[in-house]
């Protein structure tokens, strides 16, 4: 069974840096399959952040592309997302989650963790 | 920018009845099997149903029904329990350039 679990700060400060990683179990960094970011603002819907796949160059959120890294440590069987400049409108419940199979969809997710963005 | 509008934004329905949703994209995607549904219940992570269309994803069960083509895509669930009620939301994977869009959500709550 495929699990994703998301760790990281819960409360940034306004210009800082949010960087969050998500460890996977039942499932490898290296197998086929696309490794994503998804966030959701309190209150409303689901934002697509970006995607890695481990032999390739990340996908962006054009919104965000200017701020955000994803990346993978193969090592750990993990991937990570780095938000730089994050204000309050930052805040939200991050979902790490794995693409790909089956057609592009979101089979697994993790339980998501809240980023608030505050003095 | 393709934008996925799903309506309505609010459906109130009692168990037993016939739920339809719709999620409509703003223009035809190089991608339009890419399309997915998934149930989000508040305080958890979402939770996929359908993929390519209407293809149901493990475990969930045959009331829920995915359809369509081109632009316009829709989300049955044949008769309502009373775990079905919750948030909806569609969501189109296009490869040009690669991207995830989701619709605003459908919120189906009990009459």
């Known amino acids: 069974q495929v699990q994703l679990q998301e760790s990281g700060p819960g409360l940034v400060k306004p210009s800082g840096t949010l960087s969050l990683t998500c460890a996977v179990s039942?499932?490898?960094?290296?197998?086929?399959?696309?490794w994503t970011w998804v966030r959701q603002p309190p209150g409303k819907g689901l934002e697509w952040i970006g995607e890695?796949?481990?032999?390739?160059?990340?996908h962006y959120n054009p919104s965000l592309r200017s701020r955000v890294t994803i990346s993978t440590d193969k090592s750990k069987n993990q991937f990570s997302v780095v938000l730089t400049s994050v204000t309050a409108a930052d805040t939200a419940v991050y979902f790490c989650?794995?693409?790909?199979?089956?057609?592009?969809?979101?089979?697994?997710w993790g339980q998501g963790t809240l980023v608030t963005v505050s003095s | 920018e393709i934008v996925l509008t799903q309506s309505p934004g609010t459906l109130s329905l009692s168990p037993g009845d016939r739920a339809t949703l719709s999620c409509r994209t703003s223009?035809?995607?190089?991608?339009?099997?890419?399309l997915a549904w998934y149930q989000q219940i508040p305080g958890q992570a979402p939770r996929l149903l359908i993929y390519a269309v209407s293809s149901r994803a493990t475990g969930i069960p045959d009331r829920f029904i995915g359809s369509g083509s081109g632009t316009d895509f829709t989300l049955t669930i044949s008769r309502l329990e009373p775990e079905d009620f919750a948030v909806y939301y569609c969501h189109q994977y296009d490869r040009s350039p690669p991207r995830y869009i989701f619709g605003q959500g459908t919120s189906l709550e009990i009459k």
């Open positions: 223009q035809s995607v190089s991608t339009s099997n890419h």
């Open positions: 890695i796949h481990h032999t390739g160059s990340p």
């Open positions: 989650a794995r693409g790909g199979d089956p057609a592009y969809s979101l089979a697994y």
């Open positions: 039942g499932d490898s960094i290296s197998s086929d399959n696309w």
